[in-house]
């Protein structure tokens, strides 16, 4: 059975994205509530909604269904998973380069979520059955901290933090050439690529995205960097970075044909630092993992003598 809601549009609230306004008001996560905007779960005005950036008007009727929570039907596997830190509410786990974070076609297995479902006594499910415990993720090739709710309550408490921007996102990583600038922020919409739906692009009708940058080091051809996130798109910082005309080394989606490196494993692109108020006592925790040996490798082979 499905859970039906509905609501009639305020004026106060006219001007919304429709994605934003179901989120207020429904306890799901705001990913989730576009994913069933995608799959036809959403009516506006007795019509089937398929923008999750539509602008709602006064007096718009919503309809939302959802489905009745169903048990993971993914397998919990005995896969090594380096935890930094757990309570009662959620987890900070590391996650490898070359590890996808949850099940989907091509990676029926073999996943984060695999591991989680194995290590940890408990995961959250607003997320839908596919993604138990994800707040947020980071791409296979990419390494680091991630955010594991442990429960409902606390998920969507954490998942609101990103929607307010108090989440504390650090990455560095290796980029091609040497910038102009020694800081600077990238403030561009990013949206799915109009002709190739592996990729993001920045586009107008995208949704906003902003990366504050900083040089840490100059290496040679390439540029030791810090990239913290405002938002949370997808590859957000590897569409940002290629955007200045700097990529990250190894990309091989947004990098050039013929890279300066022969990089193996992917990107050197890693999510260092992960900062956030507790969903329950309201701490503040901040946590740091330094990069992959791959990683720190080629630092050491870049830098000037």
Same mark, same amino acid.
């Given at each position: ?124 499910? &607003?997320? !839908?059955?596919?993604?138990? /415990? ?9 390494? *680091?901290? %991630? =955010?594991? @709710? ?97 990529? &990250?080394? !190894?990309?091989?989606?947004? /990098? ?9 494993? *992917?990107? %050197? =692109?890693? @999510? ?34």
């Amino acid at each position: 059975m499905a859970e039906i809601l509905s609501w009639r549009v305020a004026p106060e609230d006219a001007g919304q994205r429709l994605d934003a306004y179901i989120t207020a008001r429904a306890e799901i996560t705001r990913s989730r509530v576009g994913r069933l905007i995608e799959e036809g779960q959403c009516a506006l005005n007795g019509a089937a909604a398929t923008k999750a950036g539509a602008r709602l008007r006064a007096g718009d009727e919503v309809r939302l269904s959802v489905p009745e929570a169903r048990e993971a039907t993914v397998e919990a596997q005995d896969i090594a998973l380096r935890i930094l830190y757990e309570d009662d509410d959620l987890a900070v786990v590391y996650k490898p380069s070359g590890m996808v974070a949850h099940p989907a076609a091509g990676n029926p297995d073999g996943t984060l979520v695999n591991a989680l479902l194995y290590h940890l006594d408990g995961l959250s499910g &607003v997320g !839908g059955e596919k993604r138990p /415990g994800l707040v947020h993720r980071i791409d296979k090739d990419t390494s *680091g901290l %991630l =955010l594991v @709710a442990k429960n409902d309550r606390a998920h969507l408490a954490l998942a609101a933090q990103i929607q307010e921007h108090s989440v504390e996102r650090a990455y560095l990583a290796v980029c091609i050439g040497h910038f102009k600038e020694a800081q600077g922020v990238v403030d561009a919409p990013i949206g799915r690529h109009p002709t190739d739906r592996k990729k993001m692009a920045i586009r107008p009708d995208g949704r906003r995205a902003v990366t504050h940058w900083r040089v840490l080091e100059p290496l040679r051809g390439a540029s030791y960097v810090e990239a913290r996130l405002e938002t949370g798109r997808t590859h957000q910082i590897r569409v940002h970075m290629a955007s200045l005309g700097h990529p &990250v080394l !190894g990309d091989p989606v947004y /990098g050039p044909k013929k890279s300066p490196y022969p990089v193996l494993g *992917g990107q %050197l =692109l890693h @999510a260092a630092v992960i900062g956030f108020d507790h969903p329950s006592t309201g701490e503040r925790m901040r946590f740091e993992a330094p990069p992959e040996p791959r990683f720190s490798m080629w630092l050491e082979r870049l830098k000037m003598r």
